[in-house]
C-alpha cells in the first residue's frame, strides 16, 4: 500500500527540543513524536512514513527541501525557528518545489506580543496552514492535516 510521506524539518535552536526553555517550549522532545502520531492517528499512522532533519543553518535546509522535491515527498511539517520570520530564501525555495507544507511552531508566535518580529512569518503564504502553540502536539496536527490533505488528492 502506497505510504505518505513527510519530511519534519527543523530549524535553528531545534536540535534539542525538550531540553530548551520548557517554560516556552514544553519539555517533550522530537524522540516522542512517532509515539505521539502512533497514539493520535491510530491505524492511519501505519501509512504514514516520517522522516527527520534539523539544521541551524539555512542553506542546509533549503538543500535538504530541494532533496525533498527530488524524492516526491508527500508533505513537509516545518519548523524554521527563527527564520521564519527572517528567511525570504526559505519561503522563496517552498514556493517553487510546490511541495504541500505545513508550518508548525511549539509556542502560539502570535500571542507573543512582548517580541513582535516573532509574530510575523514569511513562511506562512507558501504554507498550507500553520499549526502554532500546542508543543510537541504541533507536530501532530501538522502530520495529521498533511495526511488528511494527502488523502484528499490520493483517493
Ligand atoms: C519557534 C518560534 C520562533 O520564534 C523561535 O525562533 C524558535 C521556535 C517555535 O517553535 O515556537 O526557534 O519556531
Redesign the pocket.
Known sequence: MTKCRILVLN????GH?GK?QPE??GSRGMDDLGLMVGESLGEAAGRIELSFFQANGEGQLIDRLEQAWRDKLDGVAF???????TSLALADCLAWIGIPCVE??????FA?TD?P??QQSLMGRSAIGVV??FGMM?YVLAVSALWQHWLTKNS
Open positions: 530549524g535553528p535552536n531545534l527540543i530548551r516556552i517550549y519548523n524554521a525557528g527563527a527564520f521564519t520570520h508548525v511552531h511549539l509556542s502560539n508566535i507573543r517580541q518580529l516573532r502554532a502553540g504541533s
